[in-house]
């Protein structure tokens, strides 16, 4: 303020109105509302299925179409044979090939760049397999993965180039990726599903879409972070663009590139076991019997052969993303390799060698249903009150206040108050506008049972992992012991989570609940304990020499400082949350996700559009929100010192 | 005899750049004298090189000093064309290079340019033996061919031996070999160095220069060099450019900078030098066409003077290239020289 500002009482008053005011119109605009529409319970049920019929007529003509109508005869179904014809070769070679060729070629790939270790890891993973008697589905997964990742980085690759050559492209480009990777990959299952039937396709080009982000940005990332002077060097002995391109830009990128597409495989694992759902083959329908059949045994056999593909597949990128020359064996030891395994095949073949033998198969792991048994009937008296509990005290109460209480106007207009004073009108509109239109497809209710799902177990996996990510942060040496976990259990596809929860919970919301606790919780430790580790000696030493206590210095220094790093978790933990709990559906978790797998069982298309839009919006809205408060702890640096 | 022009090989005239989006609204302020900053506050440009013309003679080496921030690269780069001039020209051996497209240019590139970088600029997935043959690759030249080329300038650099490393695998001061290697391969006519030893270490850099020299007196090429290191400048250079603030201070030959610096900017770094080690007889001689009973080259360092000048009293007489007596350096005229010297 400089000197010629008012009198200071009016300038306090006035600041003081200026400050209350926005909360003011909430509260007044949130009570007028809510007394104008108090008589309807929730969302007027006779503007329903507006949507819903047009959209299941195009569904009943895409249905009856799906054989003649020249946009399937033309694009869709030769698209989806060319897709399955990718994957069934693929995983019938994997199986043609003798097993123990297999184990020795995925071995080898490590071995060639002298990671002896990662080769024996490999071997015994994929025997692992194959000695618990998944060896066809793990063959299968690898053969929807290799197609899905293959198309990703043919499709993901030229579209990267583009963008580090052209940022036009890429700003029209970007939030494309955004949304892709914002929806959870179950959403896509709805609409590829209308396109191309049942099978293994719409599997792979669900994951395709969700791995085709990091492929795109890591490649464009790879280019552009080529030093300038290479390319220049290149550029001055009279190089053409592509010959810099290829010759340059692309190999130098390689290290970067690879880190997308291990990124790109991690992903797409969860996303192929999940595939199950829309009938393609692989671990995902081990998983899925086991969970139907409540045989946990089978669940865990099955989970830990997912892990071993894992982490075979971890190992074995990055042995190929060693870009040591000299770890690598010489040229010619690799062709005698090479020439070693093409005669196992051909030897293995003549003697009728191709699957695994027999030796096991998972109801080796039936015993584990007992202990299990005894543990769950023993554990009744802790699991049985907390369930209750978190049903009666927190579920329905939150769920019964947003759509029995509170008048569907008195959301839709705190939401979008929230939205508006976060990141500002773009996005309360945004908030508001889909919020509506989810009302308007009937989906009201559903969707605020989700909301109200994903926020309670974002809270419960939040409690528990801000103290464990602080705790960790702050001890290099427990976080060195924890990581290894964080990382095996980032690798659990989300199906895998379910199992467990359902045997202690059994079925309903709260089992649901307890997965997605579980699972989003390992990237809140882990980034949070990032944040805090991360935060700059030299402010915790500054700290320290004005005589802080350890405990001033947390909270004073570390947590301030770790926040924007821990609210980017937050945000993790929430898309994850959400991811979730639509998986949830499976074991009766009620909400939209529940409304996916009745589209998907009964191919209900207007619903399924709905539903897709509904996850694609609310989606969309928690990101953006807890992005914009993550921005928000960011310090300003014209405020800085 | 040859007339200046045919002589002239790298031509400059008028260059500008000037970095920001209102580049024509700051040309103009700079014109009319505003100061780099003034320009940058007022528009918001920065004038990278102001106004600069040179022109370099085959053969020579021409090398242009500047602090961090003067503009040295900006310009090197404005001459290669890796970026566009805001205004001015540049002519290489009297064509137009600010007025060539995309395809003459890299015709001309081809056949003409290389340049050194102070990074080295190295491509780290290829091999020595392949980043040295790049230029010739990018021309489409066989392999066997292109090698046996690469492999011969490796050796000139004394990188024999090393073909088949990666640049990762070698020290600094062997990596810029790498670099000074590809640069040759390709025969250009003109050599450009943006301060290609200043990331080496002092003794590597001694090396490193006087390889250099070794080099440029056999193969005598034109060379635009880059440094921020006047000692470095006087060493390889012919003529010598003091840039400061994006405009040339002065150009000339060293002795001439040492001599009569044109701004007390000059004066500073000539202040250090050891003149006797720059300075030569015929930049001190008295002209005189009589000679005396001793001689010496006009290009003799006036340190090597010293003996001769302690045998005896009499004035020693100097000589050009062709053996005439050009002039005669005494006693008196060297311990002027050394009597300036601090
Ligand atoms: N691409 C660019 N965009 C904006 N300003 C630039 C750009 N490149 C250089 N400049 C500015 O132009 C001026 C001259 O830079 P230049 O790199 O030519 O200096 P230099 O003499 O080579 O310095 P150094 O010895 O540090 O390499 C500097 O003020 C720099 O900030
Ligand atoms: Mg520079």
Known sequence: ?641 | MESAADKTCLEARGIWKVFGSKSDQAVELSRDGASRKEVLEATGCTVGVKDVSMAVTRGETFVVMGLSGSGKSTLVRCLARLTDPTAGSVFLDGEDLTAMDEAALRQVRRQKLSMVFQHFGLFPHRTVIDNAAYGLEIQKMAKAERHERASAVLAEVGLEGYEHHYPGQLSGGMQQRVGLARALTVDPEILFFDEPFSALDPLIRRDMQDQLLDLQHTLQRTIVFITHDFAEAIKLGDRIAIMKDGVFDQVGTASQLITSPATDYVREFTEDVPKIKVLTAGDVMQTQTTSGTRSVPASATVESLLPLLLEGDDPIGVSDADGRTVGVVDRNAVTQILASAR
């Not at chain 1, 007027?44 to 299941?56: G, K």
């Not at chain 1, 509904?614 to 992005?627: H, P």
Request: glycine residues 10%.
């Open chain 1, 1 to 641: 303020m400089t000197a010629a500002s008012p009198p200071v009482g009016t300038v306090g008053l006035r600041s003081e109105v200026r400050r209350w005011l926005p909360l003011a119109g909430l509260v007044v605009g949130a009570l007028a509302l809510q007394l104008l529409f108090s008589g309807d319970d929730a969302f007027p049920a006779r503007w329903d299925s507006t949507f819903e019929s047009p959209i299941d007529d195009a569904g009943d003509w895409l249905r009856s179409n799906r054989s003649t109508h020249p946009v399937f005869t033309a694009f869709f179904s030769p698209l989806s044979r060319g897709i399955d014809a990718i994957i069934t070769g693929i995983s019938d070679f994997l199986l043609w090939v003798p097993w123990f060729v297999v184990i020795a070629a995925a071995a080898a790939i490590p071995a060639r760049v002298r990671m002896y270790r990662a080769a024996i890891t490999v071997a015994v993973a994929l025997a692992y397999t194959g000695v618990i008697g998944l060896w066809t589905e793990t063959m299968q997964t690898l053969g929807l993965m290799s197609a899905a990742v293959l198309l990703a980085v043919v499709i993901g690759l030229p579209l990267g180039i583009l963008a580090a050559l052209k940022p036009g492209f890429e700003t029209i480009l970007r939030p494309f990726l955004d949304i892709m990777q914002t929806v959870p990959a179950f959403v896509y299952f709805l609409p590829l599903f209308m396109l191309f039937g049942i099978g293994n396709v719409p599997g792979a080009v669900a994951t395709l879409i969700y791995a085709l982000p990091p492929v795109v940005r890591l490649t464009t990332l790879g280019i552009r972070t080529v030093p300038p002077q290479a390319v220049e060097a290149s550029q001055m002995y009279g190089a053409r663009r592509r010959q810099t391109l290829t010759k340059v830009q692309l190999p130098m990128a390689i290290p970067s590139i690879i880190t997308g597409l291990s990124q790109t495989i991690m992903l797409a694992l969860g996303v192929v076991v999940l595939a199950t759902l829309v009938g393609a083959s692989g671990l995902g329908s081990p998983v899925l019997q086991s969970l139907n059949q409540r045989r946990t045994g089978r669940g865990i056999a099955a989970g830990l052969a997912i892990m071993a593909v894992a982490m075979v597949l971890d190992r074995i990128w990055r042995s190929a993303a060693e870009r040591d020359p000299l770890k690598r064996h010489p040229r010619n030891v690799t062709l005698v390799g090479l020439g070693i395994l093409a005669v196992g095949a051909l030897l293995g073949r003549v003697v009728g060698a191709g699957s695994f033998p027999e030796v096991f198969d998972w109801t080796l792991f039936d015993p584990v249903d007992d202990v299990v048994t005894w543990i769950r009937d023993n554990l009744r008296w802790l699991t049985r009150p907390l369930s209750d509990s978190i049903v009666t005290w927190l579920y329905l109460p939150a769920r019964d206040l947003l759509t029995d209480t509170l008048a569907w106007p008195v959301v839709v207009f705190v939401g979008a108050w929230a939205c508006w004073r976060m990141k500002g009108w773009g996005l309360a509109l945004f908030t508001a506008s889909s919020l509506v239109l989810v009302g308007l497809f009937g989906l009201w209710e559903l969707s605020i049972d989700t909301l109200v799902q994903v926020l309670l177990a974002s809270a419960m996996a939040l409690a528990l992992a801000l103290p464990i990510g602080i705790w960790a942060g702050r001890r290099p040496r427990i976080e060195a012991a924890l990581g290894p976990i964080l990382d095996g259990l980032q690798t659990v596809p989300s199906l895998v989570y379910i199992i467990p929860a359902v045997i202690f919970f059994t079925v309903g919301v709260v089992p649901g609940i307890m997965a997605t606790v579980l699972y989003a919780m390992v990237p809140g430790v882990r980034i949070t304990a990032l944040g805090i580790r991360e935060v700059a000696t030299e402010s915790l030493e500054a700290s320290r020499t004005f005589g802080a206590t350890p405990r001033q210095t947390l909270l004073g220094v570390r947590i301030p400082l770790a926040a924007p790093t821990i609210m980017a978790g937050v945000n993790q933990v929430i898309m994850m949350s959400l991811a979730m709990v639509i998986i949830s559906g499976l074991v009766g978790g009620g909400g939209l996700g529940f409304e996916t797998v009745v589209v998907l069982k009964r191919s209900r298309f207007g619903l399924g559009f709905e539903v897709a839009v509904a996850l694609v919006a609310l989606a969309m809205i928690l990101d953006r929100f807890t992005e914009a408060a993550a921005d928000r702890l960011q310090p300003h640096r014209d405020t800085g010192l």
